[in-house]
């Protein structure tokens, strides 16, 4: 049986995680988010650890020698050549991590990777997936998500939104959109029709 690997996006606060989450409980698909792979990947001893602290200095590091996250992301917020440098030595990282678990996914016989990642479409994700999922919820529906469940101020979600792609893009180049703005059984019925294919 081959392994079928699915990539799933979508904007900041569209409920990504709710269909990740349906597609491990219902088809024990193999989730892999790129966020996550991005906090393993930056572990003391890691290759990606050593280049970070190389270019940033001993500043980003916690008291236990972890890189302090929310320092190393205040210094490259503001910053758009240091955030293509700390972008240089994470995304490269990441990327490989996740083909390494495709590659372990299709050496057990797994039936379905899902891949997900924010900057899917910018950092060419679609390449190694066999479709594309968009999860589309309205701006109005995401920005009231957001303040909940991140408690992010509205200057903060507008910022986030204009770095994002639009609606368009994400249209033209995934092959499946999954509404999201219903209720979660209407998400649900959409995701099984698309798996029953």
Same mark, same amino acid.
């Given at each position: 049986?081959?392994?079928?690997?699915?990539?799933?996006?979508?904007?900041?606060? +569209?409920?990504?995680?709710?269909?990740?989450?349906w597609?491990?409980?219902?088809?024990? +698909?193999?989730?892999?988010?790129?966020?996550?792979?991005?906090? /393993?990947?930056?572990?003391?001893?890691?290759?990606? &650890?050593?280049?970070?602290?190389?270019?940033?200095?001993?500043?980003?590091?916690?008291?236990?020698?972890?890189?302090?996250?929310?320092?190393?992301?205040?210094?490259? %917020?503001?910053?758009?050549?240091?955030?293509?440098?700390?972008?240089?030595?994470?995304?490269? +990282?990441?990327?490989?991590?996740?083909?390494?678990?495709?590659?372990? +996914?299709?050496?057990?016989? /797994?039936?379905?990777?899902?891949?997900?990642?924010?900057?899917?479409?910018?950092?060419? &994700?679609?390449?190694?997936c066999?479709?594309?999922?968009?999860? &589309?919820?309205?701006?109005?529906?995401?920005?009231?998500?957001?303040?909940?469940?991140?408690?992010?101020?509205?200057e903060?979600?507008?910022?986030?939104?204009?770095?994002?792609?639009?609606?368009?893009? %994400?249209?033209?180049?995934?092959?499946?959109?999954?509404?999201?703005?219903?209720?979660?059984?209407?998400?649900?019925?959409?995701?099984?029709?698309?798996?029953?294919?």
């Amino acid at each position: 049986m081959s392994t079928k690997i699915i990539g799933v996006t979508g904007g900041v606060g +569209a409920g990504k995680s709710t269909v990740l989450a349906w597609l491990k409980e219902k088809y024990q +698909a193999r989730v892999i988010e790129a966020d996550q792979v991005g906090h /393993e990947v930056m572990k003391p001893g890691t290759e990606a &650890y050593q280049r970070i602290l190389e270019e940033f200095g001993p500043s980003v590091l916690l008291e236990d020698g972890r890189i302090d996250r929310a320092c190393l992301g205040a210094i490259v %917020f503001s910053d758009k050549e240091k955030l293509q440098k700390l972008n240089k030595i994470i995304h490269p +990282a990441v990327k490989q991590e996740i083909l390494a678990r495709i590659a372990l +996914a299709k050496q057990k016989g /797994e039936a379905y990777v899902v891949v997900e990642a924010a900057l899917f479409l910018e950092e060419k &994700y679609d390449a190694f997936c066999e479709e594309t999922w968009y999860i &589309y919820t309205n701006e109005e529906n995401r920005r009231t998500r957001l303040r909940a469940s991140r408690g992010y101020s509205e200057e903060r979600i507008t910022q986030i939104f204009a770095n994002q792609k639009q609606h368009k893009e %994400f249209l033209s180049r995934c092959a499946y959109m999954i509404d999201n703005n219903g209720t979660a059984d209407e998400t649900y019925r959409q995701i099984d029709r698309r798996m029953s294919k």
